[in-house]
């Protein structure tokens, strides 16, 4: 009789297909919901049109604060310096209607997006939306407009209301309730009356409600919603947010999800009011409040990409197999620039239980360590808005106020990126290796036939 042979499951193989069904019943289809979700999609573009103005104005801020010591004695740095102070109120025009009111911008791109969604005229959805957040969150008085709430302390109070008036002006006109004019009125004019009862609706239960909060707490829309989400914004400050905000994205990423999208569109909000704290304790010659911003995520967790994979485009374009020979030469170029799609599908890292660990661990670790060198005082906080596409060096330092320590905390995480991935890539590559070694054998017979 022959043996009965026993299919052998080693424990890793479990594991991971275990691992891989909970991605795929659990995980894939609430991560494509949250994705696919109008008010997430709404705040990411919201954001996303908002973002050259905040950009530039973030590049205003550190020419008008330049990184050199005050007593500084060197000629250039010196004049620079004399130059900021004495045209500050003129430098500092820019920056406050850029970064200063970037809660215009959110709130007509959130309300144009939401809108467009619903069907909507996106334009006057905007509109809508900006008119009711000046409602609540810009009190007049003395004949002066207070601006204190339309940066980044506004900013939550900017997503609900443009939420809640869009939300107002697709319910009127679902139900039909709308100022309709004959068929021969101009398009333009007929979409002014289409709006009035939306705007009527919306002044006439924000307005109501904000004069309710004041005389009940003492504090306006805004400033009640900061008070309330306080826990909140500390806690999205702290390295448990770090490590999770970067769990989630690499686990959705490898299965084939937009990660960098849902985690960012979440965590907009929050760095946005943070990095408006840091600018603001910046002008103020003050100690910066806040670490976890746009910039640490970008440039510390982001090298290269998602997953951090700058450093194993340079390992694939040495490694002894041809195909990542190839993936490395089509992805390093693209990666220096924060676009990592060709090493992602092409190596690949999606679905590959090899290069799973070092995938999610590696940005977890540069987490931990640049986290650990910012609050030592080792490296500078973020204090600007950086485009994602500014390769990370260079953009560690640009967020920074240009300062240098953040480029050796950049290059010391490649670093430690290149270790991480090294030997989980020689595993792949021989594995690759010994199929190309079979492919080659079979071929060889074949083109003996071909040839006799």
Known sequence: MKPRIRNRISPMSSLYQSMVAVIEQTITPLAGKLGQQKYVIAIRDGFTAALPFMIIGSFMLVFIFPPFSADTTVGFARAWLDFSQTYREQLMLPFNLSMGVMTFFISVGVGASLGRQFQLDPVMAGLLAFMAFLLVAAPYADGKISTQYLSGQGIFTALITAIYSTRVYAWLKEHKVTIRLPKEVPTGVARSFEILIPVMAVMGTLHPLNLFIEAQTGMIMPQAIMHLLEPLVSASDSLPAVLLSV????????????????????????????????????????????????????????????????PLAFLLLKSRATHLRTIGKMGIVPSFFNINEPILFGAPIIMNPILFIPFVCVPLVNAVLAWTATRLGLIEQVVSLTPWTTPAPIGASWAANWALAPVVMCLICMVMSALIYLPFLRAYERSLMKTEELKARNAAPQAQTVTG
């Open 247 to 310: 769990l989630l994205c690499q686990i959705f990423w490898f299965a084939g999800i937009h990660g960098s999208l849902i985690v960012t569109g979440i965590m907009n909000p929050f760095w946005m009011a943070n990095l408006s704290a840091n600018q603001a304790a910046l002008a103020a010659g003050a100690a910066l409040p806040h670490t976890y911003l746009q910039g640490f995520w970008d440039h510390y967790l982001l090298i290269g990409g998602v997953g951090c994979t700058l």
